[in-house]
Structure formats: C-alpha cells, structure tokens
C-alpha cells in the first residue's frame, strides 16, 4: 500500500510566498515522476509543475518564473515553492506520483489535496 501525503498549504496575501510538502510512503519499489496538479472551485484539475526523476521540471505557464518544484529522492518527497502568488493561484493542491511498488506494478497516486488561498 502507498500513501500520498502533503502538506503546507494555508491562506496568504497576494504577494506573498508558501511552500507545499509531499511525502509518498509505503510499498514503494520506484518513484517515476512527482508533481503538483491544482483545482479551482467549478474548474477542471490543471496541471502546475510536474518532475519525472533525472529530468528537468515542467511547468504550466501560468506558474513559470513564480513557483519551483524540487524532489528528495532520499526521502520520496516533493516540494512547491510558490512565489509572487495571485489571486488566481486559489486553488486546491494535489500532489500525484506515478510509481513502481516491490510487485513491479506501475500506478498513478493522489494525495488528499491541500488548499491555499490567496486574498486580493
């Protein structure tokens, strides 16, 4: 079993700076890739920055130049550092991990989600 867990998130001004922590645990054999998906209130769930192990990270436009997305592979661990936040960025965060476990079975996995909220 694994377990998808972040957190971090909270109510900030515009302007104003968080960082997001996600931590996968349990049966894990391999981590592919980790990243940060967000859904607004009536919105489809977006991409915002994702990062595949040994590559370099992926955006979404709206976030380039702003946020920064990390990983400790020792502790399968990821990180979003939100700068300059907007208005816009209110959102729900999810972290995602796609993953090998120890049976070789390749999955995709959801944290709970964690919100920020960004006041004007």
């Known amino acids: 079993q694994v377990q998808v867990v972040e957190s971090g998130g909270g109510l900030v001004q515009a302007g104003g700076s968080l960082r997001l922590s996600c931590a996968a645990s349990?049966?894990?054999?391999?981590?592919?890739?980790m990243g940060w998906y967000r859904q607004a209130p009536g919105k489809q769930r977006d991409l915002v920055a994702t990062?595949?192990?040994?590559?370099?990270?992926n955006y979404a436009d709206s976030v380039k130049g702003r946020f920064t997305i990390s990983r400790d592979n020792a502790k399968n661990t990821v990180y979003l550092q939100m700068n300059s936040l907007k208005p816009d960025d209110t959102a729900l965060y999810y972290c995602?991990?796609?993953?090998?476990?120890?049976?070789?079975?390749?999955?995709?996995?959801w944290g709970q989600g964690t919100q920020v909220t960004v006041s004007s």
């Open positions: 990062l595949r192990t040994g590559a370099i990270p």
């Open positions: 349990g049966n894990i054999f391999r981590i592919h890739v």
């Open positions: 995602n991990a796609v993953l090998q476990d120890r049976y070789y079975s390749t999955r995709e996995y």
